[in-house]
């Protein structure tokens, strides 16, 4: 139903009791919010660690119940106090507006009916008759104009004539003042009621049923809670300086009350949390409701693409509901694309030494990045805490793009799928996450480190490309590089001697035949391929057909690169100038070669980050990230 909001409730409502209804709201959703942290840090982690059996096991479990219902009523209350604390907000304006067209009224003497229409004496000299004009009434924006007890004028002539001599303005003095407090009042209570209906639609949703029981499709109905208060709260929504540089983003979330940014966390949890230029502490905070509400979300779905990112995002929460080391931070989260998720393993506002690695092929939100991808970044902090024990490190994940999905063996055999639209895209964004970290940072002279692996060199080499490179950056590290697109190291913006390079022998994607090359190949297959058919199916029948074009496509194959590559040169691989190559102009750290295809497929590829496979390239990359890069074992460039 539509608000039935009268003049008279606008200008009695006491927007005080709102805003302490609303106080009321944050100190239960505050309290919620600290008895569950208090579950989670003195309760589950404690019993976790001192207790192994089956009850303590159950026990972890039920308390893990708990705090996820301290959690839902910490969001739902949050999002009920930002629904009352808006209406406040938003009624003051058309009730101060009322309010200032009544004390006009009474100065006038005039009467305000019930209907919000307002009567006005008699007053001025009709000029045919010399008679006083007679009192009327008004009605505000409607154009209603009675003398006495009958209508005498249209609803479109806006009272501007006379009821004695119509066509004729009506000189009666008070008449236009009349109609003006009549205006005032009407589209005060116009925009009231708009605000009513917004908020009472917002507020009706937010009823929590008996016997509730938190589970996914609770926090799939807590996440059209906070999209219905979102939009009611449309008002917050216009604040946000999205279109602001991260450094002006900060000051605007510096310039915030307490209140506001509460606000702002309840309501808009998915825009706080990845706003780059918000402090991290804050980002964690709203991504921490953010991924919950996600995982509501993306529950009912039944397509694959939602399946995936719901077993990515469980994944994370798993491991943000146990203590890590470094302290886990949760930077990014959201379902757009493939997926997006930014994860610190140590917090980037206060470390001195911040690193943040773009991951490549194949990579998206799901159970693989939660088990596999997030242990490479911590694996960089560990690492970094044992290089340089007295300063602090953050190492990060950053998955804001969609990366291709194909595996290095399907690049391998179809190098025509990898294209620079992903990485372009993923530039623009990895360039405004690192102006975020260097605008938060609290460090004077902090040492930051930008980290490329697979086609996520690429997107760090064409963010570097950009004009004045990556924000902040000292140092680039390379691994596992299909190409930059850069001829040398000096086009990164980082300096001489501050791009670094990791490449095994035996990583496929680091040795992919450039562009004109991959043409021959293809050439050779089909070519070779056909003759090879041909001549099989002649000699031995079908099966040497089979036999006869499997073999002429691999000899074509071979054929068709050594073709190419005799006429091409051999620095250039796939996007550009190999960056393990010396024409690039890189500095060469020692990895360890990897297995062979056929010993370990594409193992080589992936084990970069992983100091039990790669404990050199990890240890190199560590040194790079505290700024000791004098101490890393080099190697020969290509």
């Given at each position: 139903m539509p608000s039935s909001l009268t003049w008279q409730q606008l200008r009695d409502v006491k927007l005080s009791e709102l805003d302490d209804a609303a106080d009321g709201w944050a100190k239960v959703s505050h309290h919620a919010d600290a008895a569950g942290e208090r579950v989670d840090a003195e309760m589950t982690g404690r019993l976790a660690k001192t207790q192994e059996s089956d009850s303590a096991t159950a026990a972890v479990e039920r308390l893990k119940r708990l705090s996820s219902n301290y959690h839902y009523i910490h969001t739902e209350c949050g999002l009920i106090r930002a629904s009352v604390s808006g209406l406040s907000s938003e009624l003051a304006a058309p009730q101060k507006r009322l309010k200032d067209a009544l004390e006009d009224a009474a100065a006038l003497s005039y009467t305000v009916h019930a209907d919000g229409s307002i009567g006005y004496p008699a007053g001025g000299k009709n000029e045919l008759t010399g008679k006083e004009l007679p009192g009327g009434t008004v009605m505000g924006n409607n154009g209603m104009l009675t003398g006495g007890n009958k209508e005498l004028h249209p609803p479109n002539d806006k009272g501007l004539y006379s009821p004695e001599t119509p066509g004729l303005i009506n000189h009666n003095p008070h008449h236009a003042k009349a109609q003006d407090i009549a205006d005032r009042i009407a589209h005060a209570l116009r925009e009231a009621h708009e605000i009513d209906d917004r908020y009472r639609q917002a507020l009706s949703?937010?009823?929590?049923?008996?016997?509730?029981?938190?589970?996914?499709?609770?926090?799939?109905?807590?996440?059209?809670?906070?999209?219905?208060?979102?939009?009611?709260?449309?008002?917050?929504?216009?604040?946000?300086?999205?279109?602001?540089?991260?450094?002006?983003?900060?000051?605007?979330?510096?310039?915030?009350?307490?209140?506001?940014?509460?606000?702002?966390?309840?309501?808009?949890?998915?825009?706080?949390?990845?706003?780059?230029?918000?402090?991290?502490?804050?980002?964690?905070?709203?991504?921490?409701?953010?991924?919950?509400?996600?995982?509501?979300?993306?529950?009912?779905?039944?397509?694959?693409?939602?399946?995936?990112?719901?077993?990515?995002l469980k994944g994370i929460q798993a491991k943000l509901e146990k203590p890590s080391v470094p302290p886990m931070y949760l930077l990014g989260i959201g379902d757009a694309g493939n997926g997006r998720a930014i994860v610190s393993y140590g917090n980037p506002d206060t470390a001195h030494n911040v690193s943040a690695y773009v991951p490549g092929l194949g990579t998206k939100l799901d159970k693989e990045f939660a088990d596999g991808t997030l242990k490479r970044a911590q694996d960089t902090a560990l690492g970094a805490a044992e290089a340089d024990p007295h300063n602090s490190?953050?190492?990060?994940?950053?998955?804001?793009?969609?990366?291709?999905?194909?595996?290095?063996?399907?690049?391998?055999?179809?190098?025509?799928?990898?294209?620079?639209?992903?990485?372009?895209?993923?530039?623009?964004?990895?360039?405004?996450?690192?102006?975020?970290?260097?605008?938060?940072?609290?460090?004077?002279?902090?040492?930051?480190?930008?980290?490329?692996?697979?086609?996520?060199?690429?997107?760090?080499?064409?963010?570097?490309?950009?004009?004045?490179?990556?924000?902040g950056a000292d140092d680039i590290i390379l691994v596992g590089s299909p190409g930059t697109g850069a001829k040398t190291a000096n086009e990164l913006n980082v300096g001489e001697g501050h791009v670094y390079v990791g490449a095994a022998d035996n990583d496929i994607v680091t040795k992919l035949p450039n562009q004109d090359e991959a043409s021959g190949i293809g050439a050779g297959v089909a070519g070779g391929g056909s003759a090879g058919l041909v001549l099989g199916l002649g000699i031995a029948g079908p099966l040497g057909g089979v036999v006869g074009g499997l073999a002429g496509s691999a000899v074509g194959g071979i054929a068709g690169y050594t073709a190419q590559d005799q006429q091409t040169d051999p620095s250039q691989i796939w996007f550009g100038t190999d960056p393990a190559n010396k024409s690039f102009g890189a500095t060469r750290f020692m990895v360890d070669d990897g297995p062979t295809l056929i010993e370990g497929g594409t193992d080589a590829h992936s084990q970069y980050f992983t100091p039990a496979k790669d404990q050199l390239s990890a240890d190199n990359i560590a040194k790079i990230v505290v700024g000791k890069a004098d101490e890393i074992i080099l190697e020969q460039p290509r």
């Amino acid at each position: 139903m539509p608000s039935s909001l009268t003049w008279q409730q606008l200008r009695d409502v006491k927007l005080s009791e709102l805003d302490d209804a609303a106080d009321g709201w944050a100190k239960v959703s505050h309290h919620a919010d600290a008895a569950g942290e208090r579950v989670d840090a003195e309760m589950t982690g404690r019993l976790a660690k001192t207790q192994e059996s089956d009850s303590a096991t159950a026990a972890v479990e039920r308390l893990k119940r708990l705090s996820s219902n301290y959690h839902y009523i910490h969001t739902e209350c949050g999002l009920i106090r930002a629904s009352v604390s808006g209406l406040s907000s938003e009624l003051a304006a058309p009730q101060k507006r009322l309010k200032d067209a009544l004390e006009d009224a009474a100065a006038l003497s005039y009467t305000v009916h019930a209907d919000g229409s307002i009567g006005y004496p008699a007053g001025g000299k009709n000029e045919l008759t010399g008679k006083e004009l007679p009192g009327g009434t008004v009605m505000g924006n409607n154009g209603m104009l009675t003398g006495g007890n009958k209508e005498l004028h249209p609803p479109n002539d806006k009272g501007l004539y006379s009821p004695e001599t119509p066509g004729l303005i009506n000189h009666n003095p008070h008449h236009a003042k009349a109609q003006d407090i009549a205006d005032r009042i009407a589209h005060a209570l116009r925009e009231a009621h708009e605000i009513d209906d917004r908020y009472r639609q917002a507020l009706s949703k937010l009823k929590a049923p008996p016997g509730l029981s938190v589970d996914e499709k609770t926090w799939a109905d807590a996440a059209a809670d906070t999209a219905a208060v979102g939009s009611a709260a449309n008002y917050l929504e216009d604040g946000i300086p999205r279109d602001k540089s991260p450094a002006d983003r900060k000051e605007w979330w510096d310039r915030l009350t307490q209140e506001q940014r509460d606000q702002y966390l309840a309501v808009y949890p998915d825009v706080i949390g990845n706003l780059d230029g918000i402090p991290a502490t804050i980002r964690d905070e709203a991504n921490r409701d953010n991924i919950q509400l996600l995982i509501g979300k993306l529950s009912g779905q039944e397509d694959e693409n939602s399946k995936t990112m719901l077993d990515g995002l469980k994944g994370i929460q798993a491991k943000l509901e146990k203590p890590s080391v470094p302290p886990m931070y949760l930077l990014g989260i959201g379902d757009a694309g493939n997926g997006r998720a930014i994860v610190s393993y140590g917090n980037p506002d206060t470390a001195h030494n911040v690193s943040a690695y773009v991951p490549g092929l194949g990579t998206k939100l799901d159970k693989e990045f939660a088990d596999g991808t997030l242990k490479r970044a911590q694996d960089t902090a560990l690492g970094a805490a044992e290089a340089d024990p007295h300063n602090s490190t953050a190492s990060i994940v950053w998955l804001g793009y969609d990366a291709p999905q194909l595996s290095p063996q399907d690049l391998a055999a179809n190098t025509d799928v990898m294209r620079k639209e992903n990485a372009e895209a993923g530039a623009v964004s990895y360039n405004a996450f690192m102006a975020g970290i260097s605008a938060t940072n609290e460090n004077t002279d902090p040492h930051i480190t930008a980290i490329g692996h697979s086609y996520g060199s690429l997107t760090v080499g064409l963010a570097a490309q950009e004009k004045g490179g990556v924000p902040g950056a000292d140092d680039i590290i390379l691994v596992g590089s299909p190409g930059t697109g850069a001829k040398t190291a000096n086009e990164l913006n980082v300096g001489e001697g501050h791009v670094y390079v990791g490449a095994a022998d035996n990583d496929i994607v680091t040795k992919l035949p450039n562009q004109d090359e991959a043409s021959g190949i293809g050439a050779g297959v089909a070519g070779g391929g056909s003759a090879g058919l041909v001549l099989g199916l002649g000699i031995a029948g079908p099966l040497g057909g089979v036999v006869g074009g499997l073999a002429g496509s691999a000899v074509g194959g071979i054929a068709g690169y050594t073709a190419q590559d005799q006429q091409t040169d051999p620095s250039q691989i796939w996007f550009g100038t190999d960056p393990a190559n010396k024409s690039f102009g890189a500095t060469r750290f020692m990895v360890d070669d990897g297995p062979t295809l056929i010993e370990g497929g594409t193992d080589a590829h992936s084990q970069y980050f992983t100091p039990a496979k790669d404990q050199l390239s990890a240890d190199n990359i560590a040194k790079i990230v505290v700024g000791k890069a004098d101490e890393i074992i080099l190697e020969q460039p290509r």
